[in-house]
């Protein structure tokens, strides 16, 4: 059983900074892709960003130079650092790892509130 478990989030005011980290319970070159989800109230899940095995980054445009995704293979984790956050970053944040069959894997889910 894949476990995926995130820490960090929380409050921050409006051009604040918060780090996610999403530790996998096996070795990260297993997936994929690993990456970051965010849903917002009332919102659908939207992707945020995401690393392939091959170390490829995507990101959606809302977040473009100012998120960053990254990993340490060693500690088995996936990193989302966040700048400059806005309030519209509200949401729950999720870690999302996908196996070669396409199978996703999620982590429990963060809160990220940015105050106006």
């Known amino acids: 059983q894949v476990q995926l478990v995130e820490s960090g989030g929380g409050l921050v005011q409006a051009g604040g900074s918060l780090r996610f980290s999403c530790t996998a319970s096996?070795?990260?070159?297993?997936?994929?892709?690993m990456g970051w989800y965010r849903q917002g109230l009332g919102k659908q899940r939207e992707l945020v960003a995401h690393?392939?095995?091959?170390?490829?980054?995507n990101y959606a445009d809302s977040v473009k130079g100012r998120f960053t995704i990254s990993r340490s293979i060693a500690k088995n984790t996936v990193y989302l650092q966040m700048n400059s956050l806005k309030p519209e970053d509200t949401a729950v944040y999720y870690c999302?790892?996908?196996?070669?069959?396409?199978?996703?894997?999620w982590g429990q889910g963060t809160q990220v509130t940015v105050s106006s």
């Open positions: 690393i392939t095995r091959g170390g490829i980054t």
């Open positions: 999302n790892a996908k196996n070669d069959l396409g199978y996703d894997y």
């Open positions: 096996r070795n990260i070159f297993s997936f994929n892709d």
